[in-house]
């Protein structure tokens, strides 16, 4: 079982850049696949960025070029640098971890372990 929690949140311009943290601890986390996610009110929670722990990623179609996620094995931390930030791109993000490989995944089911979530709010 992995604990994760995000901090780096907040509210931004259209256009701006926010790098959001995720900090794990517990058994295992070197080893998963890491992934963010976002909910926006009303909106299912959809996948944004995953990354092997050989830095292997894949991102969601709208936010690739602009968001850039990477990881620290040795510090238990994975990162998501957002830059040119648009309000679509407002909602709460989660980080979450799955075991093995991310294999290009990003269906949230698949993730098991979750962290309590940040708010990105562009405005």
């Known amino acids: 079982h992995v604990q994760l929690v995000e901090s780096g949140g907040g509210l931004v311009r259209p256009g701006g850049s926010l790098t959001l943290t995720c900090v794990a601890s517990g058994y295992g986390y070197s080893s998963y696949c890491m992934g963010w996610f976002r909910q926006a009110p009303g909106k299912e929670r959809e996948g944004v960025a995953a990354?092997?722990?050989?830095?292997?990623?894949v991102y969601k179609d709208s936010v690739k070029g602009r968001f850039t996620t990477s990881r620290d094995n040795a510090k238990s931390t994975q990162y998501l640098q957002m830059n040119n930030l648009q309000p679509e791109d407002t909602a709460s993000y989660y980080c979450?971890?799955?075991?093995?490989?991310?294999?290009?995944?990003?269906?949230?089911?698949?993730?098991?372990?979750w962290g309590q979530g940040t708010q990105v709010t562009v405005s």
């Open positions: 990354i092997d722990r050989d830095g292997t990623t």
């Open positions: 979450a971890t799955k075991s093995g490989r991310c294999t290009g995944d990003l269906n949230p089911s698949v993730y098991k372990d």
